[in-house]
């Protein structure tokens, strides 16, 4: 497991195992974890940020536009977090950190706000959000993952039982 997870201004009702444990489980399924340089995560909790940008979470890469491997999970920071939702929210953004770790998206930088996806260049400031084909791809495999991790705890909880 060539993981790094770490948390920034944690809710209180939200413990650091329950945040990492989600992390690590999307590293796994989406094989984020089998790189020999370690794939690093930081998920930081922000103050008004939904206010501020009117958006509820997001991944950006932290180190290199080509082939990242540091990352920053933003979310809106509330006092109490329900873990459903929560953990909706992680699943999703750990795809789009799949699609920056194998290349299928990158971020051109120049000319500024292109991504190529899948070899496409998208003027990702052209589109509606829910338009972006990274957008699509996430919101169309949150679902399928959330039930994987309902299942996978599940199977956890009744192996503890017996
Ligand atoms: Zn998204």
Known sequence: MTMKVYVKNRPKNRSLKEIRSVIKFMGEKLKIDKYSV????????????????GCLANCIWTDDNHRPREFEIEIDYKEKWPK??????????????AQWTTGRMKDMMSPPWYIRWEGKMIPSFDM??????WEIEAYGREQGFS??????????RQKKAT
């Not at 930081?44 to 940008?53: D, L, N, Q």
């Open 84 to 97: 459903k939702t929560l953990d909706r929210v992680l699943i999703h953004e750990m795809i789009h950190v």
């Open 128 to 133: 509606d959000y829910y338009d972006h084909p």
């Open 38 to 53: 370690p794939t690093v995560v930081v998920v930081k909790f922000i103050y008004g940020m939904r206010k501020k940008s």
């Open 147 to 156: 039930h994987k991790w309902k299942d996978y705890n599940k199977k956890k």
